[in-house]
């Protein structure tokens, strides 16, 4: 246990569904990360949160809506997928937005149907 | 585009030997750099560190060398176990510095 917990560890939905991925951190952490990891590609940022406030939108698709209601947890609201958007989702959190090591949950591996 | 890249996407040694994983990146802003380690089903985990004003830095069995003239990032495994089989992935700081962005991995493979 990485002290970045993120359920579901596995998710599998239909194109119409909606469904949200959860993440918390009791590491007094103050900023907060999705990142999506698809099969041989590189990690992408998908947003970033630093003291409860979105500082970065990595043109995500608006199917994909964060949510951070305290500096402990963070939220991925999804709806209307895509078969594509099929991949291991990856929450991180760190001390500082800048220069300090991210801490990463185990993810949630996530099938569109 | 920023782009952190490796060098190599496999890399198998014996135990034992010296594995050396290599990482090309693009910023050369970047103050911060980070290599970390994935194992099958978990999430990437901290390896070692680096800042810009140092050339080396050395862990437990695990060094990092950065070589700014040319962007270049290493990681240096002494003595490899079949327990550091893993992706390995080098990070750096994005141009707006708010977040890490990572390149595509280095599997490396260990055999006994």
């Known amino acids: 246990e990485t002290g970045v917990t993120q359920t579901p560890r596995h998710l599998v939905m239909g194109m119409t569904n909606k469904k949200s991925l959860k993440c918390e951190q009791h590491l007094g952490h103050n900023a907060m990360y999705w990142y999506k990891q698809s099969a041989k590609k590189p990690l992408e940022l998908m947003f970033v949160y630093s003291l409860e406030e979105r500082v970065e939108n990595n043109s995500v698709p608006s199917r994909f809506s964060p949510e951070c209601p305290n500096s402990s947890h963070l939220f991925l609201h999804l709806h209307t997928l895509q078969p594509e958007d099929s991949a291991l989702y990856l929450c991180?959190?760190?001390?500082?937005?800048?220069?300090?090591?991210?801490?990463f949950g185990s993810g949630t591996r996530l099938t569109v149907v | 585009g920023e782009s952190v890249g490796l060098h190599l996407p496999t890399l198998s040694v014996q135990e034992g030997d010296n594995s050396i994983i290599n990482c090309a990146y693009s910023n050369s802003a970047s103050d911060y750099f980070i290599w970390y380690k994935q194992e099958s089903g978990k999430g990437p985990q901290f390896i070692i560190d680096?800042?810009?004003?140092?050339d080396k830095r050395q862990g437990q069995r695990v060094t990092v060398l950065l070589n700014k003239t040319v962007k270049h990032l290493s990681l240096q495994i002494a003595a490899t176990q079949p327990g550091d089989s893993a992706v390995y992935f080098c990070a750096e700081e994005n141009q707006a510095g708010t977040a890490l962005i990572f390149g595509k991995g280095t599997t490396l493979s260990v055999s006994s």
């Open positions: 991180a959190s760190s001390q500082d937005p800048r220069r300090s090591g991210y801490t």
């Open positions: 680096i800042r810009s004003n140092m």
